[in-house]
């Protein structure tokens, strides 16, 4: 299957049977990006999580008294 990176527009080959392809195929929401630029995020985040400044927001669900 041939696949675009969204960020570099990039052009990879992956395995059609593979796990990926099968999400990419049926869920037409989700995206792929080349591991250049994955890790390039990632090292870039952590960077910033060092920093301090960084906050990552998230959902904060309130407690349910009759769950326990």
């Known amino acids: 299957m041939r696949v675009k990176c969204v960020l570099c ?3 990879e080959n992956i395995n059609d ?5 099968k999400k990419l195929r049926n869920r037409p929401i989700h995206t792929y990006m080349c591991q250049t630029c994955y ?3 990632e090292t870039r ?10 906050r990552q927001y998230s959902d904060e669900k309130e407690k349910d008294e ?3």
């Open 45 to 54: 985040t952590n960077e910033r999580k060092e920093t301090g400044s960084f």
């Open 9 to 11: 527009d990039v052009i």
């Open 17 to 21: 049977y593979s796990p990926l392809a």
């Open 66 to 68: 009759w769950v326990f």
């Open 39 to 41: 890790d390039r995020i």
